[in-house]
């Protein structure tokens, strides 16, 4: 079955960096674009970075354009979000999503979700 697993998530300072990783399994991870998500305390889950199959093209919410980067290695089925410049705004539980084809349909995967936490 179709399986996402984020990592890399934690406590950093303001203007800090993380990485993280979503592993992916179950699924052709080629042959879908990938995405990730945040949720806030008290807030909506809000699309963050989105990368297409082939990795050529990106698109970023204006929240997080020229701080963030969405990378994939489609070998290793791993889809990656370099946080730089964070500020306490990024703090959010981080989810790993992608929609896939099912009979009759599609359906979206999510992970379990990472916590990152910006504070000094």
């Known amino acids: 079955q179709v399986r996402l697993v984020e990592s890399g998530g934690g406590l950093v300072q303001p203007g800090g960096s993380l990485r993280l990783s979503c592993a992916a399994s179950g699924f052709t991870f080629s042959r879908y674009a990938m995405n990730w998500y945040r949720q806030a305390p008290g807030k909506e889950r809000e699309l963050v970075a989105t990368i297409i199959k082939t990795g050529d093209n990106t698109n970023y919410a204006d929240s997080v354009k020229g701080r963030f980067t969405i990378s994939r290695d489609n070998a290793k089925n791993t889809v990656y979000l370099q946080m730089n410049s964070l500020n306490p705004e990024d703090t959010a539980v981080y989810y790993c999503?992608?929609?896939?084809?099912?009979?009759?349909?599609?359906?979206?995967?999510w992970g379990q979700g990472t916590q990152v936490t910006v504070s000094s």
């Open positions: 999503n992608t929609r896939v084809n099912v009979p009759y349909g599609t359906r979206d995967y």
